[in-house]
């Protein structure tokens, strides 16, 4: 398991959506409307909804109220029981706006388009989805640069205290007070691959250093 651990935190890719499941035979969940385009009814249980979740992570539910509503205009609908969208492509729905009946229109949306655009990594002006889908909306940061730190750590004092003299801006997590901020800290050293098991950790715009090293968190600002 160490060994395992060791190689995860020095290359894990972000979590993907699971891939849906293709049953043999099975009822239908979704339904064909007057224009022949699948949807997915008001009251489906069959089905599970991915959209775009804290610290670029995807979430799962199986119910459409769940889905927040910053996220709600370009969720994934993997159909348990019920027809599957072409290969490469993924059900996307726009929760924002459902039909008169209260179902929502299914589009199809490449897997890859979805996973860039549900975590906000590919919103250009080259990018359009099919016409009633919306990218999500995108959380600006709360600060260019944030210190994940702990009571006891000297050296995180050092780091405040040196961007204190500067006049730099900044936001202190303290992780082991706060669990949130470890959990971010965490799923953050992820995506990075960096491997983080002491203080302070520093994040500059996204750029992680662990440590205090001045000439390089001087080149980071």
């Known amino acids: 398991m160490l060994g395992l651990w060791i190689l995860c935190s020095g290359g894990c890719e972000p979590e993907k959506p699971p891939a849906p499941t293709r049953p043999q035979a099975a009822p239908a969940t979704a339904e064909?409307?007057?224009?022949?385009?699948?949807?997915?009814?008001?009251?489906?249980?069959?089905?599970?909804?991915?959209?775009?979740?804290?610290?670029?992570?995807?979430?799962?539910?199986?119910?459409?109220?769940?889905?927040?509503?910053?996220?709600?205009?370009?969720?994934?609908?993997?159909?348990?029981?019920?027809?599957q969208p072409p290969d490469g492509t993924v059900w996307a729905a726009n929760l924002k706006t459902p039909e008169a009946d209260g179902s929502w229109k299914l589009s199809t949306v490449p897997r890859a388009q979805f996973e860039e655009l549900a975590l906000g990594l590919g919103r250009s002006s080259a990018v359009e989805l099919p016409p009633g889908l919306e990218a999500p909306v995108v959380a600006p940061r709360e600060a260019d640069v944030?210190?994940?730190?702990?009571?006891?750590?000297?050296?995180?004092?050092?780091?405040?205290?040196?961007?204190?003299?500067?006049?730099?801006?900044?936001?202190?997590?303290?992780?082991?007070?706060?669990?949130?901020?470890?959990?971010?800290?965490?799923?953050?050293?992820?995506?990075k691959g960096v491997q983080t098991g002491s203080v302070p950790v520093i994040d500059v715009r996204g750029e992680l250093m662990v440590g205090f090293n001045r000439a390089r968190l001087e080149q980071l600002l």
């Open 32 to 83: 064909a409307g007057e224009t022949g385009a699948a949807v997915l009814p008001a009251d489906a249980k069959d089905a599970v909804l991915t959209f775009a979740g804290d610290r670029g992570q995807f979430k799962d539910t199986g119910k459409p109220a769940d889905v927040p509503e910053e996220a709600r205009g370009l969720v994934r609908v993997t159909l348990l029981q019920g027809p």
């Open 146 to 191: 944030i210190v994940y730190k702990t009571e006891w750590c000297g050296v995180c004092k050092q780091v405040q205290s040196y961007l204190d003299k500067k006049g730099v801006k900044y936001v202190a997590k303290d992780i082991e007070k706060d669990q949130t901020a470890a959990g971010e800290l965490r799923a953050k050293a992820k995506e």
